[in-house]
């Protein structure tokens, strides 16, 4: 198959996909089999996981320092907002329709005394505080998202401020 470039035509994506549907071949057919190999995906899962904040930093302080200006920067990042708000409000709707339509839990027997979890209210200024980080190791280590970005934002800010200076920083 090899020498025809058959192999070497079919795109990253789709083998993603063929990937996809002979693993979920080879739980159907082979369950026992599958579950023997559950160490293999956690190891997967684990690297996907490590990749994630390495990645999401590169690909912001890169992208903020191609744009040059932190004006444009700041255009773009209301967009980005004002567009993350609608397809939330969007996500919202339609899982809200969804929990409607098919009501899970329905049938469930509540066990009165039971116990429930509670969060503590946090007030304005502790989630304030949780968005920055006091180290960005830690928070690339605990997977806290939100504060990579926030420090990110920070670092490409203060390279394009910097200017030619920060050229080997995002390099």
Request: aromatic residues 10%; hydrophobic residues 55%.
């Amino acid at each position: 198959l090899t020498n025809m470039g058959i192999l070497t035509r079919i795109s990253l994506t789709w083998w993603i996909v063929i990937a996809l549907f002979a693993g979920i071949a080879f739980g159907h057919l082979f369950p026992e089999q599958a579950k023997e190999m559950g160490t293999l995906s956690t190891i997967f899962l684990r690297l996907i996981k490590s990749i994630i904040a390495p990645l999401l930093f590169a690909t912001l302080v890169h992208g903020m320092y191609a744009i040059g200006d932190i004006k444009a920067m700041g255009r773009i990042g209301l967009k980005a907002i004002i567009y993350f708000e609608v397809l939330t409000t969007i996500a919202l709707f339609v899982g809200l329709g969804f929990v409607n339509f098919v009501q899970p839990g329905i049938g469930m027997p509540i066990v009165p005394g039971a116990d429930i979890p509670k969060m503590a209210p946090q007030s304005f200024s502790k989630i304030l505080e949780h968005t920055f980080p006091s180290s960005i190791i830690q928070a690339m280590a605990e997977g806290e998202v939100l504060q990579i970005v926030v420090f990110t934002c920070l670092f490409g800010i203060a390279c394009v401020a910097v200017g030619d200076k920060a050229k080997h920083v995002v390099q």
